[in-house]
């Protein structure tokens, strides 16, 4: 019994924001009780492409394809300050290619052995926290990025082009300011790493990234979504079914619980007049306030009922990823990764995160609303 509670917490844990996700759609069906309506929630092309990018990730993952890639180009440079400067990179372009959460679970391991190795765990706490950064507001460029931002873009039906035009102001103003940080925090101290033979299998690796392709191809609205929900899981079944278990299935049920409570919210007449009116308001500043409390995704999910202004909802929670420890999902990955290693350090931890989150938070808050 006592190792079953244990489990039950251990679980609630490390997946909090999918239990607080849980609870509002339940107390949420009490008010509106369960009915035909209730199919109309769910968002099935964003839970789909979702679920594939994860799958294929995963996949590539076990094979070590994005620990090779970053490990070499790690090897390049010979200091603290460059190499703590192309992990962030790296973390920043593999977010909008392999979504934040996969970011982070991919090259946040490869930070924790870059300082480990050479003896400069001092920069530790600091690297997580840019590459936590640099995941949320790296994966704003692209559809696939962020899972909000496949939602909204999938929602909204907003043209390739446009999505890229709006999120490019902040997504340079967030490179400008990485950069500063990096080169003020990290003095350049000459580093080595040791040397690791690392292979992969071509033909898993032809085949993955046939079927990454496929998943982006399907997030572009090129083909429909349902040939990748019934291709990717057969391949994987026979190739890899380790990486079907690996998927981020609470994420996926986060984004099921909050379709059941966001749809609940929007036909509660006075959560829906008092929501609209502050939309109208700023809807750029309400999402921004809005993710400190309840996170990007479910955020985006919510207020999307109440707004057709898509352009200042797609800024807003996607800058307003960062901040708080809750404003993201993926920056829980990134304090549980942290925490893992220096259980000791958490407030320490926190501190240094609100600050510098926050030094981004404001900047890109002002300039957006201005612009």
Known sequence: MSKTISYIISFIRENVVM????????IT?????VDGMYISYFDFKTLTCLFCVLAVVCALKNINFFYMIA????????????SVLVLVYITFVGSML?????????????????????????????????????????????????????????KFNIPNDEFVSIMFLPFVISVI???????????????QLPDEKIEINPLRTTIYMLMFALSIVIVFRTIPYWIGLIVIPIVLFFMDRKALKMVDYPLLLTFVFFFIFSGNMARISVV????????????????????????????AILLSQFTTNYRDLLVGVNIGGVGTLIASLASLITFREYIKHNPGKTFY???????????????????????
């Open 272 to 299: 829906r007049e008092f929501l609209s009116f502050l939309l109208e308001k700023s809807t750029l500043l309400f999402s921004v306030v809005s993710c400190q409390f309840i996170s990007n995704v479910p955020s």
């Open 19 to 26: 239990c607080i996700a849980l609870v509002a759609a339940i």
């Open 98 to 154: 392999i979504a934040n959460d996969m970011a982070l679970l991919t090259f946040l391991p490869l930070g924790y052995l870059l300082l480990t190795t050479t003896g400069k765990e001092k920069y530790m706490a600091f690297t997580f926290i840019m590459q936590n950064i640099a995941a949320n507001l790296g994966g704003m460029l692209t559809p696939f990025g962020n899972p909000q931002n496949l939602y909204l873009y999938t």
């Open 71 to 82: 490990r070499k180009v790690v090897q390049i440079f010979k200091t603290a300050r460059m």
């Open 177 to 191: 300011i990485i950069t500063i940080c990096c080169i003020i925090y990290v003095k350049p101290e000459k580093l």
């Open 349 to 371: 931890y926190i501190g240094k995160f609100l600050a510098y989150n926050f030094v981004f938070l404001i900047p890109l808050t002002a300039i957006m609303m201005i612009v």
């Open 29 to 33: 069906s009490f008010i509106v009780p």
